[in-house]
Nanobody, 126 residues
Framework: QVQLVESGGGLVQAGGSLRLSCAAS????????MGWFRQAPGKEREFVAA????????HYTDSVKGRFTISRDNAKNTVYLQMNSLTPEDTAVYYC???????????????????WGQGTQVPVSS
């Protein structure tokens, strides 16, 4: 069973930046597609970004394109989410997730991912 632990969240002003990290346990991290999701208060959890096992394929939801960057360091079993030009609409709990069934097929569906972190809060003040 893979364990995922997010870090890097915290209060940030609009226009600011944060980098979230997600550390994974285990020895087969590069065989997992990874994703970031977020859940704002009163809303459903939504897809943010995904990356394939060796980082060749990347996909973003439209609202973060050009502002967020997903990356991974397989030597460190870690996936990152660099968030720039943050707005109050980005306020949410951010979760990383692993799709252990594939390294190459990435996508936005929550049911595709079978391991989740506990989340890290990102409040963005105006």
């Amino acid at each position: 069973q893979v364990q995922l632990v997010e870090s890097g969240g915290g209060l940030v002003q609009a226009g600011g930046s944060l980098r979230l990290s997600c550390a994974a346990s285990g020895r087969t991290f590069s065989s997992y597609a990874m994703g970031w999701f977020r859940q704002a208060p009163g809303k459903e959890r939504e897809f943010v970004a995904a990356i394939s096992g060796i980082g060749v394929r990347i996909h973003y939801t439209d609202s973060v394109k050009g502002r967020f960057t997903i990356s991974r360091d397989n030597a460190k079993n870690t996936v990152y989410l660099q968030m720039n030009s943050l707005t109050p609409e980005d306020t949410a709990v951010y979760y990383c997730a692993a799709d252990r069934a594939t390294a190459t097929l990435i996508g936005p569906l929550r049911d595709k991912y079978d391991a989740w972190g506990q989340g890290t809060q990102v409040p963005v003040s105006s």
